[in-house]
């Protein structure tokens, strides 16, 4: 397997623009993580889905902010418009949620820049 | 809410001498501790998860502890390649949310 694949890996914009990022899971997984990493503050979970439907999504920032999952191999997150505080590392993590090995496994990454 | 605490902050070894990581927890129905390696500019790497205090895992020069406290990241004689952040991470409820401590960052010099 490839592992959990994230796209663009990196990504300049300017303020005020709509920002897509997407994720493919590793197949056979069930959970998906969306996570935001900057030096402040760390790695934030942002949103988290169970077989495709989101299950807490208290760390969304703002209503500018929004994920989907529309299938199991497949999610994005879209920041709509997107802002300079916005700038940080997302990353996406899939796991077998309910197997024996829980771990999650990371991508490699979006490096979002809004200017 | 679920908390999650990593020390030290930084911490910078001579190649040999060996050391521990600290992450310490209080979370409600803990499902397993995880440990993660984060080299610059990569997405955490899986090192070893523990689900019941005494438990113990070991890779090369790491051994992983937990207690019903907290776990401890064991590193016995460092070399350079083992300079990365170290973070912790529990995973708790029903519905397997998994939340970050804000990691160690280790450095050996030789």
């Known amino acids: 397997d490839a592992g959990v694949i994230q796209s663009p890996r990196h990504e300049v914009t300017e303020m005020g623009q709509e920002v897509t990022l997407r994720c493919k899971p590793i197949?056979?997984?069930?959970?998906l993580f969306w996570y935001r990493q900057t030096m402040m503050r760390g790695l934030e979970l942002l949103i988290y889905f169970n077989n495709n439907v989101p299950i807490d999504d208290s760390g969304m920032p703002e209503d500018r902010f929004s994920a989907k999952m529309p299938n199991a191999s497949f999610s994005t997150l879209k920041i709509q418009p997107s802002e300079p505080r916005d700038s940080a590392v997302y990353f996406c993590?899939?796991?077998?949620?309910?197997?024996?090995?829980?771990?999650?496994?990371f991508g490699q990454g979006t490096r979002l820049t809004v200017v | 809410e679920d908390q999650v605490t990593q020390s030290p902050e930084a911490l910078r070894l001579q190649e040999g001498e060996s050391s521990s990581l600290n992450c310490s927890y209080t979370?409600?129905?803990?499902?397993?501790l995880f440990w993660y390696r984060q080299d610059p500019g990569k997405g955490p790497e899986f090192l070893f998860t523990?689900?019941?205090a005494g438990e113990e895992k070991e890779k090369e020069r790491l051994k992983a502890t937990l207690t019903k406290k907290e776990s401890f990241l064991h590193i016995t004689a460092p070399k350079p390649e083992d300079s990365a952040t170290y973070l912790c991470?529990?995973?708790?409820?029903?519905?397997?949310?998994?939340?970050f401590g804000t990691g160690t960052r280790l450095q050996v010099t030789l």
């Open positions: 979370v409600s129905g803990l499902r397993g």
């Open positions: 197949s056979g997984h069930n959970s």
């Open positions: 523990l689900y019941s």
């Open positions: 991470a529990v995973l708790t409820g029903t519905a397997s949310k998994l939340t």
């Open positions: 993590a899939s796991s077998l949620y309910g197997g024996q090995n829980t771990e999650a496994f």
